[in-house]
């Protein structure tokens, strides 16, 4: 009895800690803000508008590139080149945007530009994720194919269509991280770029109002939330 009291004990302090990291930035803001004061609607509609489409353009992009190069990673099964794959992830961001900076002139400054660097760091994750989804469908349909006598056809178009949630799923995430992503619409946006997270950032830091960068992390939060 008493140990199961000790373990209920520490099950209660690791989530209230857990808790209490998560809302920390919420309360700073809270104390910080004295009235909610709705960010400019124009401007606001602006960055919603921007971080949508940087959002939208990044997921679809590494989705179907991802998807693409997963048939060769299948082709040629190597783990070197799952890691070639998945390097941009593990290399901080400033490098991939120096490397861009310098091979493409002049790189584009505005929404293009952002996705397309989300894009590509994403899609290597994204051709892993479904090289292992399809192989092993792959082998549970090709079972299947054999006693059924199924064409090459059809076992292609059944095992595409079992990875709808794989789809799904890697959309999903790449789309809340580009949406909640900083340093590289800061860098790359431009003036044309400036998503929810900059808008935050330059409420909070250039004009110093933390009422509607409270507002405007509300809008962001309920964008996530639903997606």
């Given amino acids: 009895m008493g140990a199961n009291s000790q373990s209920r004990l520490v099950q209660n302090l690791f989530s209230f800690i857990f808790v209490f990291i998560f809302l920390y930035p919420f309360v700073i803001l809270l104390l910080q803000v004295k009235s909610l004061q709705w960010a400019d609607n124009e401007e606001l509609l602006w960055a919603f508008k921007n971080s949508l489409m940087q959002s939208v353009l990044a997921a679809t992009g590494a989705t179907v590139f991802g998807f693409i190069f997963s048939f060769g990673l299948i082709r040629w099964h190597r783990l070197w080149l799952d890691f070639l794959f998945l390097f941009p992830i593990f290399t901080p961001t400033i490098f991939v945007l120096l490397f861009f900076l310098q091979t493409i002139e002049p790189f584009p400054r505005n929404n293009w530009g952002v996705s397309f660097i989300h894009t590509f760091i994403y899609m290597g994750m994204v051709a892993v994720s479904f090289k ?18 199924l064409s090459s056809k059809r076992f292609i178009w059944l095992t595409i269509s079992s990875l709808r949630s794989e789809f799904f799923a890697n959309w999903n995430y790449v789309f809340i991280t580009a949406l909640t992503s900083f340093n590289i619409p800061l860098i790359m946006g431009g003036s044309h770029g400036t998503n929810l997270e900059v808008l935050i950032y330059e409420k909070l830091r250039i004009d110093g109002d933390w009422s509607q960068a409270l507002s405007i992390t509300i809008v962001q939060v309920l964008v996530v939330a639903v997606f």
């Fill in 132 to 149: 292992r989804s399809q192989l092993s469908k792959w082998t549970n349909w090709a079972q299947q194919a054999q006693v059924m006598g």
